[in-house]
């Protein structure tokens, strides 16, 4: 009898997929830790990026652009991880 508590999709999958769809949400998990470790970056950098955008002259505001960079990091390895992610984890 198929476990019900996996999603019908997953029921009667062969090793192998079993395989591909661990590497998968391994790959989700990976891709969300990345998005964590990004926000901690982007944390900091919003301690500067008021100051920034101000006291630098003309169009030069790195810490802004950097800011900016993370924030689009975040939203992409996390966006991304989250669909990778999806699914009931194997439990070990």
Do not use: C
């Amino acid at each position: 009898m198929a476990n019900q508590l996996l999603p019908v999709a997953e029921r009667n999958l062969t090793p192998d997929q079993v395989e591909a769809l661990d590497k998968r949400r391994e790959l989700g998990h990976t891709f969300l830790v990345i998005a964590g470790q990004f926000t901690v970056i982007a944390t900091i950098l919003l301690l500067w990026v008021g100051q920034d955008i101000i006291y630098s002259p003309g169009w030069l505001h790195p810490i802004f652009y950097y800011f900016s960079l993370a924030l689009a990091l975040i939203a992409f390895f996390g966006i991304t991880g989250f669909f990778l992610r999806k699914g009931t984890p194997r439990i070990d």
